[in-house]
């Protein structure tokens, strides 16, 4: 069974760095697209991007210059990093792995159970 | 980017009960439209893909209906298990993917 596992500080002060990383058990992060969604409290999903078993990744461009994901595939992990916080990038940020269905549809098959980080100082 | 606004943003129903809600794009999104169920403190959970697929493992009395820029999730007997906040996501606009607001289903 596919299981995902976020880690990382759970706060971190405005203008540093955040960072995370999601463990994969289950499958292997060297095919499949591998996803980042946040979820500040009381709202709706925000997509933050993804990155493909390539290396290759896409982002919101609404968080582009602030975005880095990467792959470790020696330890079937990748990572998210998100420079610059504020107090609006607080929230639950999830992992999860993405499928194409046949007819094209992209959809998020496997989430892990999400971390709360919170930017204050 | 493509809006995706849902409605009701919350409902009251009771166990037996048959649910509709309605997912509703800004532009025309095809059948590019999932469905996620997501409980407290919990992970989202994919239920319908592609407009009307169901996921492997979701109970048959949840089902997925429309095309273009309106949709439907209906849950056709309410289960007491059922009580969640439901959303929508398009995947129409590669690779920028939004999703609905929510709409939470409470027990009347």
């Known amino acids: 069974q596919v299981q995902l596992q976020e880690s990382g500080p759970g706060l971190v002060k405005p203008s540093e760095t955040l960072s995370l990383t999601c463990t994969v058990s289950g499958a292997s992060i060297s095919s499949d697209y591998w996803n980042w969604v946040r979820q500040p409290a009381g709202k709706r999903l925000q997509w933050i991007g993804r990155i493909y078993a390539s290396g290759n990744t896409n982002y919101n461009p609404s968080l582009n210059s602030r975005v880095t994901m990467s792959l470790d595939t020696s330890k079937n992990q990748f990572s998210l990093n998100l420079s610059s916080v504020t107090a609006a990038d607080t929230a639950v940020y999830y992992c999860a792995r993405a499928r194409w269905a046949i007819d094209g549809t992209y959809y998020f098959d496997y989430w892990g159970q999400g971390t709360l980080v919170t930017v204050s100082s | 980017d493509i809006q995706m606004t849902q409605s009701p943003s919350s409902l009251s129903a009771s166990v037996g009960d048959r649910v509709t809600i309605t997912c509703r794009a800004s532009q025309n999104i095809y059948t590019y439209l999932n469905w996620y169920q997501q409980k407290p403190g919990k992970a989202p959970k994919v239920l319908i893909y592609g407009a009307s697929s169901l996921q492997s493992g979701v109970p048959s009395r949840f089902s997925g209906s429309g095309s273009g820029t309106d949709f439907t999730l209906t849950i056709s007997s309410l289960h007491p298990e059922d009580f969640a906040t439901y959303y929508c996501?398009?995947?129409?606009?590669?690779?920028?993917?939004?999703f609905g607001q929510g709409t939470k289903v409470e027990i009347k």
């Open positions: 996501q398009q995947s129409y606009s590669n690779p920028i993917y939004t």
